[in-house]
């Protein structure tokens, strides 16, 4: 595996890397990206899209800690918060421990607010509920996701 800061080849078994001490993360459902090259956005929805291993949808990590790493969203729930049992697990004071949740139904992709302390956005507007769409922002504390959709 390639370390996602420093590009550096890591034994697929190590959780840090050897050359910059990054803590990797071994989870199978989640895509590095790499870090050269950043704009505003880490990647277009259109780039992330094509990246091997994104079917469906997709959160890119677009600003804050982990910018640049990819949550590949599977059928179903997925839960988001502070709490270490959640799907994405993000250790950050501004999330909630239960914060949000995706659901992937039908084709489909919504965000539902868990009841969090600072509220779940979606293109900058509060929301309890709503239907994403590739190219939306989702702003989870600190954490500014952008919503892919890819057709590995």
């Not at 071994?26 to 590095?32: F, G, K, L």
């Not at 994104?54 to 839960?79: C, D, H, K, S, Y």
């Not at 659901?103 to 994403?132: C, F, K, P, W």
């Amino acid at each position: 595996m390639t370390c996602p800061n420093c590009q550096a080849t890591v034994s697929d078994d190590a959780n840090f890397c050897p050359n910059c001490g990054t803590e990797l993360d071994n989870d199978p459902t989640v895509v590095y990206l790499p870090l050269e090259d950043r704009k505003e956005h880490p990647l277009t929805p259109a780039e992330a899209a094509a990246v091997e291993g994104i079917r469906g949808f997709a959160l890119v990590v677009e600003q804050g800690p982990r910018a640049g790493m990819t949550f590949v969203l599977n059928p179903g729930i997925t839960t988001v918060g502070r709490h270490p049992d959640s799907d994405i697990f993000l250790d950050d004071v501004t999330v909630s421990r239960h914060h949000c949740r995706f659901i992937v139904q039908e084709g489909r992709l919504m965000v539902e607010d868990s009841g969090s302390t600072n509220g779940t956005y979606v293109n900058e507007s509060r929301v309890d509920s709503a239907e994403l769409k590739a190219g939306d922002e989702v702003l989870v504390g600190r954490f500014h996701f952008l919503v892919v959709h890819g057709n590995a």
